[in-house]
C-alpha cells in the first residue's frame, strides 16, 4: 500500500518521525541508516539562546523505561541553523524544529527565526516550560495558556504547520488539545515524558541531581495510547502520537486508536537503526494485517 | 566554537550497528577468590567476551584505541533497556573482544551469555588516545581501566615506549596482562586498605612528575577518584595527559545529552560518547561529572 500521509499539508512519505530529544540534530543517526527513508526528523528542542542543560546525573533507567532530567540543553536556535540543519537532507525529508522558550514573546520570535528557513517544515511548539508569569504552572497544563502560546507561534509561523505538543501531566489532556486547537494549531503531538523519580536507597538520593524528571520508553506506551485514543475523539485535528514504540506493530496500535503518524523516542536508543527498521518493516507488517490504506486503519477499534 | 576543539584522536571509521554472534566468553582468575555466592550483590568477577564480526563492522584498521562499543544483547528485549558501552580491548582477526566486570544487573547479565547469543553492538563510537610512537608513554590504568590499554599497547607501533602502572583491588590473577605485548614494562600495585591507596597515590604521583621531566604521554583510565586524582597531578607537574571518562550512557551516539561532562572553557558541557571519552585532562572538569 502507499505509506504516505498528509497532515495539515505536511507530506511524509510514511507515519515514521523521531520524536525531539531522542534523535539529536538528526546528524548523529546518519551513519546508521539513510535519513530520507524516514517519514521526519524532529530535532532537539530549540532555545533562542545556547542552554547549558542540568547538573549531572540527569538520566536513569527504570523498569522498561527511563528518566530525563536534560534540562534542554542545546546549541541554539541560530547556531543548529547555521551549523546542522545544512548538513540534513531537508529537501527530501521534513526536518521539523522543535521550539522550547519561557515566554510568549520569546516563543513568537523563535517561531518567526525557525519558520523562516528554507530547511525547517513545520514547527513543534514544546509547552512544558513553567510559565514563570503564571506562577509557575506549566504552560501546557493550562488550557488558556496552552491557547496563547499557540496563537503566538501560528500568528508568526507563516505558511508552516504548527504542532502542538502536549503533557501528559494533566488531569485532562482533551481540555489542552481543545485549546490548543483554538489558539490555531495545525496537528497535534501527544504525548510527551510523564513526571517521575527513582531513589537509591543505598546512598538515599534521588538517582536525578534534578530530583524529578521525564519518563518515557516502553513503560509509558499505555498512557501514550490512552491519550491519542481520548484527544482523537475530542478534536478534529491530525495526531502525531509517541510514547513508547519501538515496534512496527506498536506504531499500528497508535493509528487504530487515531495517530496519523508516530514518533519513536527512547527506543532510538535501545539501537539507533530502531527508526528505520521500523519503517523497513512497516510494509510487510501492513500487508499481513492485510490493510490497504491508512483511512481504512486510522481510528478503526474494533 | 565548533565541537571537535577538544578532540583527542580522531575517529577512525564512521561506527555502524550489527548483530554480533557470541564466540566465546571466558572468566578470568581464579573461580573461588572473590565470587559472592548466593548472587546477592555484584560478584565483581572479570570476564573475555568474544564476539564474532560481522560483515560491514569496521575491523583490524577501522578503529582507534580508547574508543568503545555499546553492546546489547538480544534477549534483554526491554529490560535493561539501555545497551551498555565498553572499551574494545581487542579487534583482531576477524574478533571483538571485551573485558569486562560484573558490577550491577546489566554485567551479570552477561556473564550468563552462551556461544551463538545475538548482541547487538554498535560503534566504533567516540575518540580514542593519542598515539605518538617516539614518545615515552605511561598507561594509568585503574582496575577495569585496564581494558581500553590492552589495544593501545597492542596497536602501539613501538610497544617498547609504552610503560603500564596498574592499581588494582582484586587480585591481578582477574586481569588478563598476557593479553599485553611483551615489550610493554608492567608495573602493579594492589590495594585493600587505606593505607595502600596513600602509598599508590605517592607512586602514581611519583610516576607522572617522572614522565612529565621526560616531555611523556600520560593516559589513565580507571575509577572517577582515580582520574580525579591523576588529573590534579597532571596539571600540578604540567603533564601531558589524556584522560579517559566512564560516563553513565543511553545512547553512545551524542543523542540524549546524558553523558555530559564540564570543561574548563565551554559553556556548554560536552559529550563524553561522542567528544571523548578521552578528553585532555586541562579540558575537562571533573569535579561536576558523576
Ligand atoms: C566509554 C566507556 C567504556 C567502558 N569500558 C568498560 C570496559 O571495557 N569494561 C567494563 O567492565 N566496563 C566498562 N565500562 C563501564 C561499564 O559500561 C559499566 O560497568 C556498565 O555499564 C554497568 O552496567 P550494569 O548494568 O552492570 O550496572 P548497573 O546495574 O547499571 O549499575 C551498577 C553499578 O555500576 C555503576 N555504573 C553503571 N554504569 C557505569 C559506568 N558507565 N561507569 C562506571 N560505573 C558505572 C553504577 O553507578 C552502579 O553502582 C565503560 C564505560 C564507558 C562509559
Ligand atoms: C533524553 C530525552 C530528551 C528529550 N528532549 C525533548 C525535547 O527537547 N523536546 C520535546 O518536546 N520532547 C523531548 N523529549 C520527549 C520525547 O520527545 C518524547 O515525547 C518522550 O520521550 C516519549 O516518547 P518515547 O517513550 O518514545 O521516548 C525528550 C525525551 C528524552 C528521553
Ligand atoms: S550517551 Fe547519549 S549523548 Fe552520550
Request: with cysteine; hydrophobic share 45%; glycine share 10%.
Amino acid at each position: 500500500m502507499n505509506l504516505a500521509v498528509e497532515l495539515a499539508g505536511l507530506r511524509l512519505k510514511n507515519p515514521v518521525l523521531t520524536a525531539s530529544g531522542t534523535f539529536g540534530y538528526g546528524v548523529e543517526f546518519a551513519p546508521y541508516g539513510d535519513l530520507t527513508e524516514l517519514g521526519g526528523i524532529v530535532v532537539k528542542g530549540l532555545s533562542w539562546e545556547p542552554r547549558a542543560g542540568n547538573p549531572m546525573p540527569r538520566i536513569a533507567e527504570t523498569p522498561c523505561g527511563m528518566l530525563n532530567a536534560i534540562g534542554l540543553q542545546n546549541i541554539g536556535a541560530r547556531r543548529f541553523v547555521e551549523e546542522k540543519l545544512p548538513l540534513l537532507p531537508w529537501a527530501e525529508v521534513p526536518v521539523i524544529a522543535n521550539l522550547y522558550a519561557c515566554d510568549v514573546e520569546d516563543f513568537a520570535r523563535l517561531a518567526e527565526y525557525l519558520a523562516g528557513q528554507e530547511g525547517v517544515a513545520a514547527l513543534e511548539v514544546n509547552i512544558s516550560c513553567p510559565n514563570v508569569q503564571a506562577g509557575g504552572v506549566l504552560f501546557g497544563q493550562d488550557p488558556a495558556q496552552a491557547a496563547r502560546v499557540t496563537r503566538a507561534v501560528k500568528d508568526r509561523a507563516g505558511t508552516k504547520p504548527v504542532i502542538v505538543k502536549l503533557s501528559p501531566n494533566v488531569t485532562d489532556i482533551t481540555a489542552v488539545a481543545k485549546a490548543a486547537g483554538d489558539g490555531g494549531a495545525d496537528i497535534l503531538a501527544l504525548i510527551n515524558t510523564l513526571s517521575g523519580m527513582a531513589v537509591d536507597v543505598r546512598t538515599r538520593k534521588p538517582r536525578l541531581a534534578n530530583v524529578i524528571g521525564g519518563l518515557s520508553g516502553p513503560a509509558i506506551k499505555p498512557v501514550g495510547l490512552r491519550c491519542v485514543h481520548q484527544v482523537s475523539r475530542a478534536v478534529n485535528l491530525p495526531i502525531i502520537g509517541l510514547g513508547g514504540i519501538a515496534s512496527a506493530e506498536d506504531l499500528l496500535e497508535y493509528i487504530l486508536v487515531g495517530a496519523w503518524a508516530v514518533q519513536i523516542g527512547t527506543a532510538n536508543f535501545l539501537r539507533p537503526d530502531t527508526a528505520f527498521r521500523i519503517a523497513a518493516d512497516l510494509p510487510q507488517l501492513l500487508d499481513e494485517l492485510g490493510v490497504t490504506s491508512w483511512e481504512e486503519f486510522r481510528g478503526a477499534l474494533a | 566554537m565548533p565541537e571537535d576543539t577538544l578532540m583527542a584522536a580522531p575517529a577512525a571509521s564512521s561506527p555502524v550497528c550489527r548483530e554480533f554472534t557470541v564466540s566465546e566468553l571466558r572468566r578470568t582468575g581464579s573461580e573461588s577468590g572473590l565470587a559472592s555466592p548466593g548472587g546477592a550483590g555484584p560478584d565483581h568477577s572479570h570476564w573475555l567476551l568474544d564476539l564474532e564480526l560481522p560483515e560491514g563492522f569496521p575491523g583490524e584498521d577501522g578503529w582507534t584505541p580508547g574508543q568503545f562499543v555499546m553492546l546489547r544483547p538480544v534477549s534483554w528485549a526491554f529490560e535493561p533497556l539501555w545497551a551498555r558501552p565498553f572499551s574494545i580491548c581487542m579487534l583482531e582477526r576477524g574478533v571483538l573482544r571485551i573485558f569486562f566486570q560484573v558490577v550491577g544487573r546489566g554485567t551479570r547479565a552477561m556473564s550468563a551469555l552462551r556461544r551463538g547469543d545475538r548482541v547487538v553492538v554498535w560503534g566504533p563510537l567516540g575518540r580514542g588516545f593519542v598515539v605518538e610512537p617516539e614518545t615515552p608513554t605511561l598507561l594509568l590504568a585503574g582496575g577495569i581501566g585496564l581494558a581500553p590499554f590492552i589495544g593501545y599497547a597492542r596497536r602501539h607501533p613501538r610497544p617498547d615506549q609504552a610503560r603500564l602502572f596498574f592499581g588494582h583491588r582484586p587480585e591481578i590473577a582477574e586481569y588478563p596482562l598476557d593479553l599485553l605485548p611483551k615489550a610493554v614494562v608492567v608495573e602493579a600495585s594492589r590495594q585493600t586498605c587505606a593505607e595502600e591507596m596513600a602509598c599508590f597515590v605517592g607512586d602514581l604521583e611519583r610516576w607522572i612528575a617522572e614522565y612529565a621531566a621526560r616531555q611523556g604521554l600520560i593516559l589513565a583510565c580507571g575509577p572517577h577518584p582515580f582520574l580525579q586524582a591523576v588529573q590534579s597531578l597532571a596539571v600540578k607537574h604540567r603533564a601531558r595527559t589524556q584522560l579517559s571518562l566512564e560516563n553513565r550512557m543511553a545512547c553512545g551516539v551524542g543523542a540524549c545529552l546524558g553523558c555530559v561532562t564540564k570543561t574548563t572553557d565551554q559553556a556548554l558541557p560536552v559529550k563524553v560518547c561522542t567528544q571523548g571519552p578521552v578528553f585532555w585532562a586541562q579540558d575537562v572538569n571533573l569535579g561536576g561529572a558523576a
